[in-house]
């Protein structure tokens, strides 16, 4: 698959690094000179020096004969216009726009197909408010994705050395068969699909299938609380932060945001109905004990500085807030994160790449997740009546070693399986995998399930 992205920021080179990992013919077009040399270093990618509003060099990156285009800069005027350019280079060119204006997600007829055309729009900003709002749901969580809007739910919880988890043996967990199924555990830098006999150890990285319905709630997996009267502080009123404010208003919470710029704040007080806004700096120790940050429940560190995130994450921990929520975009922090005491790392760039990647898998994807150090994919796929893996119990089905079948949703019904149970065509399937094996996956999928 041939794929063009313009714009080399952060999420431009994230999604590159990214594909051409997966072996994708990958070419990105930046006009930074420095953006281009860290691509051409780094990456087994393609790289054009040059604006990618220009005609000349979209034709020159061959987007005539590409597959898809993802226009990711932080300018969403020049990601609409290179996806402009593209469709009437090339009308069946598949176009991502990466935007973050609210108000063009408001206009849904702009992106329609009479207009700019394009198939598929990213909002990272708003793929992370989604995904907090889901860690708030299940305070105990570090990782959350929901599939089959929620009937499935992947929970990524760390071990600390206070939980009942570490050190035991999956065999142990005997009475949750068909309510919870462990699926992966990242350990360091180490992704493993784990067997019974597999013993959880501290700072383990425990991914968990289950039904949102039906979590455990013995054993020690998940914390519970009342949602009710909930305090929540935001430090950063950026667009991250400010969404999160008016969705957590909704839910009834009690809000309250730190932020350093004076217009800032004062664009968010009118907008707010009950949320406190005040004006400071949230690496200041005193301010944060003057607001009470011992009675939070939720700390969220969202500016776009992420070692001010790191930093007042800690001191907020440290003066008695309950949970923290940080904002990092560097994987070179996020595996070191949790080795210093921050609870839950989001990032937008991993977000990104979660929204990209179901237009890049063969055969019939539905959607696909990565998990947390980007050894690990969740995938989504559709079993067909064709496929060898129907009608057989899973145990029989030689799926690649490294890949696990987490759920099968069968209409209405959402099974944690066992070795048992048994693949019908139409069911949904949740799929855990390594990612050494995801092309041996894919090809087992595109043949045994006649993808299209």
């Given at each position: 698959?041939?794929?063009?992205?313009?714009?080399?920021?952060?999420?431009?080179?994230?999604?590159?690094?990214?594909?051409?990992?997966?072996?994708?013919?990958?070419?990105?077009?930046?006009?930074?000179?420095?953006?281009?040399?860290?691509?051409?270093?780094?990456?087994?990618?393609?790289?054009?020096?040059?604006?990618?509003?220009?005609?000349?060099?979209?034709?020159?990156?061959?987007?005539?004969?590409?597959?898809?285009?993802?226009?990711?800069?932080?300018?969403?005027?020049?990601?609409?216009?290179?996806?402009?350019?593209?469709?009437?280079?090339?009308?069946?060119?598949?176009?991502?726009?990466?935007?973050?204006?609210?108000?063009?997600?408001?206009?849904?007829?702009?992106?329609?197909?009479?207009?700019?055309?394009?198939?598929?729009?990213?909002?990272?900003?708003?793929?992370?408010?989604?995904?907090?709002?889901?860690?708030?749901?299940?305070?105990?969580?570090?990782?959350?994705?929901?599939?089959?809007?929620?009937?499935?739910?992947?929970?990524?919880?760390?071990?600390?050395?206070?939980?009942?988890?570490?050190?035991?043996?999956?065999l142990s967990f005997r009475g949750?068969?068909?309510?919870?199924?462990?699926?992966?555990?990242?350990?360091?830098?180490?992704?493993?699909?784990?067997?019974?006999?597999?013993?959880?150890?501290?700072?383990?990285?425990?991914?968990?299938?289950?039904?949102?319905?039906?979590?455990?709630?013995?054993?020690?997996?998940?914390?519970?609380?009342?949602?009710?009267?909930?305090?929540?502080?935001?430090?950063?009123?950026?667009?991250?932060?400010?969404?999160?404010?008016?969705?957590?208003?909704?839910?009834?919470?009690?809000?309250?945001?730190?932020?350093?710029?004076?217009?800032?704040?004062?664009?968010?007080?009118?907008?707010?109905?009950?949320?406190?806004?005040?004006?400071?700096?949230?690496?200041?120790?005193?301010l944060l004990v003057e607001e009470?940050?011992?009675?939070?429940?939720?700390?969220?560190?969202?500016?776009?500085?992420?070692?001010?995130?790191?930093?007042?994450?800690?001191?907020?921990?440290?003066?008695?807030?309950?949970?923290?929520?940080?904002?990092?975009?560097?994987?070179?922090?996020?595996?070191?994160?949790?080795?210093?005491?921050?609870?839950?790392?989001?990032?937008?760039?991993?977000?990104?790449?979660?929204?990209?990647?179901?237009?890049?898998?063969?055969?019939?994807?539905?959607?696909?997740?990565?998990?947390?150090?980007?050894?690990?994919?969740?995938?989504?796929?559709?079993?067909?009546?064709?496929?060898?893996?129907?009608?057989?119990?899973?145990?029989?089905?030689?799926?690649?070693?490294?890949?696990?079948?987490?759920?099968?949703?069968?209409?209405?019904?959402?099974?944690?399986?066992?070795?048992?149970?048994?693949?019908?065509?139409?069911?949904?399937?949740?799929?855990?995998?390594?990612?050494?094996?995801?092309?041996?996956?894919?090809?087992?999928?595109?043949?045994?399930?006649?993808?299209?």
């Amino acid at each position: 698959m041939k794929i063009i992205i313009v714009g080399a920021g952060e999420v431009g080179y994230h999604i590159a690094q990214k594909l051409s990992e997966e072996k994708q013919d990958v070419l990105v077009i930046d006009k930074d000179q420095e953006k281009i040399r860290r691509v051409t270093e780094n990456l087994d990618a393609q790289a054009l020096l040059g604006p990618g509003t220009s005609p000349g060099m979209l034709k020159a990156a061959g987007v005539g004969e590409a597959d898809m285009l993802v226009a990711a800069t932080d300018s969403d005027e020049a990601n609409l216009i290179a996806c402009l350019l593209s469709r009437n280079i090339n009308p069946h060119i598949l176009k991502v726009a990466r935007i973050r204006n609210r108000e063009y997600h408001e206009e849904k007829d702009l992106f329609s197909r009479d207009l700019l055309g394009v198939d598929r729009i990213i909002s990272p900003e708003s793929v992370m408010v989604e995904t907090i709002r889901s860690l708030m749901k299940v305070p105990g969580a570090s990782d959350v994705v929901d599939f089959e809007n929620g009937r499935v739910r992947l929970v990524g919880i760390t071990i600390k050395p206070d939980s009942p988890l570490a050190g035991r043996r999956l065999l142990s967990f005997r009475g949750l068969e068909g309510k919870v199924l462990v699926g992966a555990i990242v350990r360091g830098d180490q992704v493993f699909i784990p067997h019974g006999e597999d013993t959880i150890r501290i700072g383990d990285l425990v991914y968990l299938v289950t039904k949102p319905k039906e979590m455990p709630r013995g054993f020690g997996f998940f914390e519970f609380q009342s949602n009710e009267g909930r305090r929540v502080m935001i430090v950063g009123a950026g667009e991250t932060g400010s969404a999160l404010a008016f969705a957590l208003e909704q839910e009834e919470m009690s809000v309250k945001i730190i932020e350093k710029d004076a217009h800032k704040c004062t664009a968010l007080v009118e907008k707010l109905k009950r949320g406190v806004v005040i004006h400071g700096d949230g690496t200041n120790r005193d301010l944060l004990v003057e607001e009470n940050v011992d009675g939070v429940d939720f700390f969220l560190a969202v500016t776009g500085d992420e070692e001010h995130n790191i930093l007042m994450s800690l001191l907020a921990r440290a003066l008695g807030a309950k949970k923290t929520i940080t904002r990092v975009n560097k994987l070179s922090y996020i595996s070191l994160v949790s080795v210093i005491g921050i609870d839950t790392v989001i990032s937008s760039r991993l977000s990104a790449v979660r929204e990209i990647l179901r237009y890049i898998r063969k055969g019939r994807i539905i959607s696909v997740a990565p998990l947390k150090g980007e050894h690990a994919e969740v995938i989504e796929a559709e079993a067909l009546e064709t496929s060898d893996i129907v009608h057989v119990p899973l145990a029989k089905v030689k799926f690649p070693k490294g890949a696990l079948v987490g759920a099968i949703i069968r209409r209405e019904e959402v099974i944690i399986p066992g070795g048992d149970s048994v693949i019908l065509p139409g069911d949904r399937l949740i799929i855990l995998s390594l990612k050494k094996v995801l092309q041996r996956l894919e090809k087992l999928l595109t043949v045994k399930l006649d993808y299209f």
